[in-house]
């Protein structure tokens, strides 16, 4: 069964504590990987696309990295507005649909 | 670019009873989503549409939920009866295709009581 793994559920952070996130996924030939961002009352926001593995891709204190089974995002000297839950998705050949994962939390004490 | 719009932001209504969400995707977009998304977990996807044909409906439950993407543009969900169990934000989503990545609207929040 195609599935998406996020870990960890939720994850506190001193400000400019760097850490990673991990999504692990089951899809059988993966089409894209991709990241969201989803503030409190709002929908997701896109981030990266990722399709092979060994891609990377940045925006400011994110920088997505793809393998074979799994996803990071790392996360640079982090501020309290990247609070937030992000969420990894994947999309598989034979469909245009995403799959997500239920998210990681993220909360960035100043 | 205009963005997904939706339509109420938020609705509470008592079990048993109907209501309905209204989209309309970024101009273009042939591809139009609606998901669930329970508090705490990932958005589960409803519906596809391309254009106004149904692509993927396997996760709709069907005996209470129904959609439909008028001339391919904008789209309704409808719930009828409702159950406590789909409280949810209900999300709708458009893309041009071909399974790269989507722009989600803000959401309806329903509450049902």
């Known amino acids: 069964e195609d599935q998406v793994t996020q870990s960890p559920e939720a994850l506190r952070l001193q400000e400019g504590e760097s850490s990673s996130l991990n999504c692990s996924y089951t899809?059988?030939?993966?089409?894209?990987l991709f990241w969201y961002r989803q503030d409190p009352g709002k929908g997701p926001e896109f981030l990266f696309t990722?399709?092979?593995a060994g891609e990377e891709k940045e925006k400011e204190r994110l920088k997505a990295t793809l393998t074979k089974k799994e996803s990071f995002l790392h996360i640079t000297a982090p501020k309290p507005e990247d609070s937030a839950t992000y969420l990894c998705?994947?999309?598989?050949?034979?469909?245009?649909?995403?799959?997500f994962g239920s998210g990681t939390r993220l909360s960035i004490r100043p | 670019e205009a963005g997904v719009a939706q339509s109420p932001r938020y609705k509470i209504i008592e079990k048993r009873q109907s209501v309905a969400f209204w989209c309309n995707p970024i101009?273009?977009?042939?591809?139009l989503y609606w998901y669930q998304q329970i508090l705490g977990q990932g958005p589960k996807l409803l519906i596809q549409?391309?254009?106004?044909?149904?692509?993927?409906d396997s996760q709709l439950p069907k005996d209470r939920f129904s959609a439909e993407r008028l001339k391919g543009v904008d789209s309704t969900l409808k719930i009828q009866p409702a159950k406590l169990e789909d409280s949810a934000v209900y999300l709708c989503?458009?893309?041009?295709?071909?399974?790269?990545?989507?722009?989600f609207g803000s959401g309806t929040r329903l509450t049902v009581v």
């Open positions: 998705a994947s999309s598989y050949s034979s469909a245009s649909k995403i799959i």
């Open positions: 989503a458009s893309s041009l295709g071909g399974g790269d990545g989507y722009t």
């Open positions: 899809v059988s030939g993966l089409r894209g």
């Open positions: 549409f391309q254009n106004n044909g149904v692509v993927d």
């Open positions: 101009s273009g977009h042939a591809t």
């Open positions: 990722l399709y092979s």
